[in-house]
């Protein structure tokens, strides 16, 4: 999974705000700025066959009315049950966290 910024071949570039799931696709963006605000379109690559499909835009605005609410602090966990892995090979688990 890749998200193109506003427009190809503007990719977002994973750094401490920023963080692209491999496991669901999804972008989570911390502490939004004025600098974040456009259109993002998802990009899934199949490395096999190197098809490509591009999700439709969406657009990430800023409020301006002060409205933005309250989210208690959380941890998100999507992890099955268990987990079987060959001695090995890697291993990748996603967490993150989020509130206010």
Known sequence: YSWVFNEFPS???EDSRRFISQETGNLYI??????DVGSYICLVKNTVTNARVL????????????V???YEPKIEVHFPYTVTAARGTTVKM????LGK
């Open 68 to 70: 933005m609410g309250e």
């Open 30 to 35: 911390s502490k939004v700025q004025t600098s």
């Open 11 to 13: 990719f977002v570039t």
């Open 94 to 97: 996603e967490c993150f966290a």
């Open 55 to 66: 999700s439709p835009p969406t657009p990430l605005t800023l409020r301006n009315d002060g």
